[in-house]
């Protein structure tokens, strides 16, 4: 940690990603290191907080070398993309490493690539293919994850066809990192996909990713329509799909429905008309604001119960009014950091073959520990159907196609909601589902042992050869050993 120089407080940098953090405690920078004392970085929705020590924003890759290098720059260290994360896989009392200044797009239409700094977030790859008719194979709700997060982490959408894929990181085809002695490696797919394959799912354990390179294709714009089915006869998956190229649905595990989001291929010619823009925007706002702000202002379980109802009558008159048409693309949203409401999920990924018998249990876990405790989720479970995927060691998705099953609530720190998690692992875990470390909720050593198995048992090995000194190990990564 330096002292001399001109002192200024971090908030004031150009570093919008650590700008918008809600924050308490001190801090001071000098060039790019920040002495913090008592600073507490949150995660979005301040369910997961950060203690770091130190505070580093490298301008170049030389000053990132430096800092992974330096002992003076304690460890753990690890990065904050956007904070986006749902656990506190970012966390460190070490070292915070800040990737805003590696920030720059390349694009190639002829090979088919682009290639950004790691601080890039999703939304942004987006706008820049957008004039170039081009997107990024999977478009994930969360426009404001960061490349570098999401070529490390699991990140998912619905997919689409046979063979199209749902997880971000499969459409990674080759990344720069720093390592944990501090040399650069240049990881592709091309030259080696084993490497590639356990970098995909390495969580920042394997080194500090500071350019991801996308494959990407040409732009592609979907039709959407819903149908609302009853939960008491459990719909099969064909039946919701309803001959849709994807689907993502939204369940009420209280109110016996599940509102299933078809998506279908509408040729890259097909119009987008005003009206339809104006029924996305809807859909988008219900989504991504008006759901959570809603429960949170009454967060009472009648009128959660009444709001089920709303959701599905909100849907019905959707599907009347003929859906809409969207690109893809459409899909990433910028989620704001300042707002009055926040909600919280977690995620879960069951195999297919389970559907027909999970959702009544589903059904039953989730009213059984209402009548126990009187809390139920306040927001709709989401349902993410995604094809099988073997490009990522820790996939989720790695024996068949999968649904997800992601309780929502927005009351992330109530004390009931963290018990409902730790019940919901156990309870899924004995369906053959898999976690992800940085979206799943309340992980222990035990359920990512018992979910992942020999894949975990193999990233472990493969990382205490990559780091054994632990430089990149945090408590958080620790306690799932
Ligand atoms: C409102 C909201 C909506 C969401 N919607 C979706 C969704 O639609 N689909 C979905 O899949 N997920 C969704 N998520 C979850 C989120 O996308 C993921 O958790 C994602 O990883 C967050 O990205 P980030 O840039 O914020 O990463 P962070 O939370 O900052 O970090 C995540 C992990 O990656 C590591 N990391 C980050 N950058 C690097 C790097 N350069 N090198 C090495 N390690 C690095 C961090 O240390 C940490 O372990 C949502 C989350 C929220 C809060």
Redesign the pocket.
Known sequence: MRNGGPRKTIGHTSCDLYGSQRRTGKVVLDGSVATSSGVVLR???NSAVSTPRVVVVPKNLQELIDVVKDTKYPSPL?????????NP??ATDGTQIL?CHFAQVDIDVVTSTVTVG?AV?MIEIRNRLRPYGMQIAVA???G???A???S??????ASLGRFGSGQ?SSTVIGVK?VDADGNVETITEADDPEKMRIVRSS??LL????EVTFRIEKQSILSYDYKIFDLASVPSRDKLFGGADGVLAFCLPYSNRIIAERRRAAGGQACISRFSRFKRLVRDKIWAEKASLLVTLVPYNWFFNIFDRVLVLAFRILSLLGGFAARRADSN?N?KFDRIDY?D?T?WAIPVSRWEEFIPKYVTFCRDYFRETGFRASLVSSVYFINKDRKALLSFSPSEDIFTMDLADSRPNDPLWIEFNRRYDAFVSEFGARP?L??TKQLSADIVYKTLGNDWSEFLSYHKENDPSGRFLSKYFVDLM
């Open positions: 995660n979005w929705n690890r990065v904050g993309g956007s904070f986006h994360s749902l896989c970012f990737m790691a977030k994930p709700e969360i404001n994850a960061t570098g997060s999401v490390c982490c699991g990140t998912k959408d971000v990192l969580y920042g080194g500090i990713i500071f949203i989620y909600f999920f995620f992800l940085n979206q």
